[in-house]
């Protein structure tokens, strides 16, 4: 009896999380005169129990983003049942891409050219894999991702390889002072992707930006992929 509770109540939890998310990116697309149904929500679920976030795929999230490996491979046996669609949001090793291309249909946190071409190289699906630049916005040390000036030419190069598909830009910047500073920094990356797509005749299409924190102004900017993790499934274990 007691588990039976608990399940409906962590149902009606997760119908309650996502749907607050849904209106979230629904409202912000409005002020921004933009179709919600261009923008994917993707699950940040690293660090989540595989019960919590299968509530949440049976209540109609479609997209999941795991920074660990391991941990990513191990909610796909308790998760694959629901078909969500595995984004890679992590770091990624050279030494891991094949494991990450055996598990992931959309990789993030591509920043250098060999990552790229292991990956799809070692892709074992028909359907290229899908792969996102980081961009390092605000040139941190710590930080992965491809600088701002180096950015084009590494979409150019990466284009070119086949069995990949090149969709465009993932950033995540340093908190700003005020959301107008905020905006200009997903401005600029979105800038960014426009003048690298006519620079070099390419069609990237996807731009990974927003969290919890920063969804409403990423998506003010062009965002059409938004990672969220604390917002919607609660605070990380
Ligand atoms: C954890 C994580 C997120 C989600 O962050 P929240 O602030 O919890 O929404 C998004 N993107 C990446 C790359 C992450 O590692």
């Given at each position: 009896?007691?588990?039976?509770?608990?399940?409906?109540?962590?149902?009606?939890?997760?119908?309650k999380?996502?749907n607050?998310?849904?209106?979230?990116?629904?409202?912000?697309?409005?002020?921004a005169?933009?179709?919600?149904?261009?923008i994917?929500?993707?699950?940040?679920?690293?660090?989540?129990?595989?019960?919590?976030?299968?509530?949440?795929?049976?209540?109609?999230?479609?997209?999941?983003?795991?920074?660990?490996?391991q941990?990513?491979?191990?909610?796909r046996a308790?998760?694959?049942?629901?078909?969500?669609?595995?984004?890679?949001?992590?770091?990624i090793q050279?030494?891991?891409?094949?494991l990450?291309?055996?598990?992931?249909?959309?990789?993030?946190?591509?920043?250098?050219?060999k990552?790229?071409?292991?990956?799809?190289?070692?892709?074992?699906?028909?359907?290229?894999?899908?792969?996102l630049?980081?961009?390092?916005?605000?040139?941190?040390?710590s930080?992965?991702g491809?600088?701002?000036?180096?950015?084009?030419?590494?979409?150019?190069?990466?284009?070119?390889?086949?069995?990949?598909?090149?969709?465009?830009?993932?950033l995540?910047?340093?908190?700003?002072?005020?959301?107008?500073?905020?905006?200009?920094?997903?401005?600029?990356?979105?800038?960014?992707?426009?003048?690298?797509?006519?620079?070099?005749?390419?069609?990237?299409?996807?731009?990974?930006?927003?969290?919890?924190g920063?969804?409403?102004?990423?998506i003010?900017?062009?965002s059409?992929?938004?990672?969220?993790?604390?917002?919607?499934?609660?605070?990380?274990?």
């Open positions: 009896m007691a588990s039976v509770t608990k399940f409906m109540i962590n149902r009606e939890y997760a119908a999380q996502l607050k998310i849904q209106n979230r990116i629904q409202d912000a697309a409005n002020a005169n933009r179709d919600a149904s261009s994917k929500l993707v699950g940040a679920s690293k660090k989540q129990q595989p019960e919590l976030i299968r509530l949440f795929l049976e209540q109609g999230l479609q997209a999941l983003g795991e920074n660990y490996l941990e990513a491979i191990g909610k308790e998760l694959d049942v629901l078909n969500p669609e595995w984004h890679f949001i992590g770091q050279s030494n891991k891409t094949k990450v291309a055996q598990n992931f249909s959309w990789v993030h946190g591509v920043d250098r050219l990552i790229a071409q292991r990956l799809a190289k070692q892709n074992p699906n028909s359907d290229p894999i899908n792969i630049l980081q961009l390092n916005m605000d040139a941190e040390e930080k992965g491809v600088l701002v000036d180096s950015a084009a030419e590494l979409a150019d190069q990466v284009a070119q390889i086949g069995g990949a598909s090149l969709r465009g830009f993932m995540i910047p340093q908190p700003r002072d005020s959301d107008s500073e905020q905006r200009a920094v997903f401005a600029s990356a979105y800038q960014l992707m426009q003048d690298t797509n006519q620079r070099y005749g390419l069609v990237m299409d996807s731009l990974s930006m927003g969290m919890s920063d969804l409403e102004a990423a003010a900017e062009g059409t992929i938004v990672r969220v993790g604390t917002d919607l499934f609660g605070k990380r274990e």
